[in-house]
């Protein structure tokens, strides 16, 4: 059975995309590696940049940065999935 | 607290069986394993935080309680061993309620360990286990019967994921398990007394070990 990703899986896997593409990725790119839906993409981005995971920079294109904060959340979060996994609970 | 006379006598039987030092070791392993259960309960409640998982805080909380376990019977085997030559009735009082203490904070931490991993429906079915016991057996035999369930998820678990830290998690319940067996035996061999330490120290050295490999980078 394929569980359901919480809210903090899908955060994490929008910051690992960006994190993975030098630090800075267009919408496109999160929203076909995140598998999420156009406006569940952009509710969680704005989340992540209300809370100063993201940033939001507008040149030709729009494209986000990924800031010191974002990393240490997907460290962190490296580590909970690790421990959590260690014990068998799904978070 | 006023508690039956019955496990005061039979802490009293205990005081003459077992030799001073035994005390000593007992204490060192008591403090080490309280040590490290505060740090496992700290990990898991920053992760807590992250997370938000409720599990994680329930396995905070059980660390928790089974670290302020072991600060009791810490505390009464340091107390034990310093004033050997000369126990009295506060003596087997303070052992009689750090015991007491022990066995309802364990039993408890136990029983969230077992809610973590049951299917949410059957959570409520556990909280009608008393967890009040004077006798010393009780407490060890219903503690064995939480931890074989908690041993046997995290052996289905290790098998699942086959990872080391999952690996580490299984043979220290296996171990702590050990612990529980080994003093229900001890009428058998006083020497199981330090045997039933071994195991726990190692069981705990087993989730430091895992505790050391998450967190660092």
Not at chain 2, 77 to 97: G, H, P, V
Request: net charge positive.
């Amino acid at each position: 059975m394929i569980e359901r990703r919480t809210k903090a899986d899908i955060l994490f896997d929008i910051l690992r995309i960006v994190q993975q593409n030098d630090g800075k990725a267009k919408t496109t790119k999160i929203l076909y590696g995140a598998n999420l839906s156009y406006s569940r993409l952009k509710q969680h981005v704005n989340y992540l940049i209300e809370n100063g995971f993201l940033q939001k920079v507008q040149k030709e294109a729009t494209y986000f940065v990924i800031t010191d904060k974002g990393l240490l959340f997907i460290n962190e979060f490296r580590k909970v999935k690790r421990f959590s996994e260690a014990f068998g609970i799904s978070i | 607290m006023a508690f039956d006379l019955t496990p005061i006598l039979q802490q009293s039987q205990v005081f003459s069986l077992i030799p001073e030092w035994f005390y000593l070791y007992s204490g060192l392993v008591y403090l080490l394993s309280l040590a490290i259960s505060f740090l496992v309960s700290y990990f898991s409640f920053r992760l807590y935080r992250i997370s938000s998982s409720r599990k994680q805080s329930l396995l905070a909380v059980a660390f928790l309680l089974i670290g302020i376990g072991f600060t009791f019977l810490s505390a009464a085997s340091f107390y034990t061993y310093e004033n050997s030559k000369s126990l009295d009735q506060s003596a087997f009082d303070l052992n009689n309620n750090a015991y007491s203490m022990y066995y309802v904070l364990t039993l408890a931490a136990y029983l969230f360990i077992v809610m973590i991993n049951l299917p949410k429906k059957d959570e409520k079915l556990f909280l009608i286990v008393p967890l009040w016991f004077i006798n010393s057996s009780q407490f060890h035999l219903t503690a064995l019967l939480f931890l074989i369930y908690i041993s046997a998820r995290s052996v289905f678990n290790f098998f699942k994921v086959k990872t080391e830290d999952a690996f580490l998690v299984m043979f220290a319940f296996l171990m702590i398990t050990l612990f529980h067996v080994f003093l229900l035996l001890m009428p058998f061999g006083i020497e199981l007394y330090l045997v039933a330490h071994t195991f726990l120290i190692v069981g705990f050295l087993s989730l430091l070990a895992m505790l050391i490999r998450v967190t660092r980078k």
